[in-house]
């Protein structure tokens, strides 16, 4: 069974957000690194970049296969987790603290399209 934080909001799509004030921290789930195997690449867009939910923001790759990451909210890029770029095996030794993308949110509403930790552990079964 794949890790699934309480403190976290999921996309559909695999991807989680963490809201920090006007920010979210952005990554993809503990599901998708399992299912994707050992990642090799990954690529998360620049900062200034602008954002939308569920569209594309970057990629992922692995040596199983490739996926796009689709944004769970809204809003501009402002930092880029460039270790992560580096060293993208990380995010298969910890999604959840190794982040992709940090974007200032332009719609906090946005945040009640997503699923809680027990709706997106139903859905990811």
Known sequence: MSKVLDNLK????????????????????????DSLGAIVYVEGGDVGDSVSQFEEFG??????AASDLLSPLSGTIVEINEEVIDEPELINQDPYTHW?????????????NLLDAVSYQKMAK
């Open 59 to 64: 990629a992922v790759e692995s040596v199983k």
């Open 100 to 112: 992709l993308i940090k974007i200032e949110m332009s719609d906090k509403s946005e945040i009640d």
């Open 10 to 33: 999921y996309a559909p799509t695999h991807e989680w957000a963490r809201v920090e004030g006007e920010f979210a921290y952005i990554g993809i789930t503990d599901y998708a690194q």
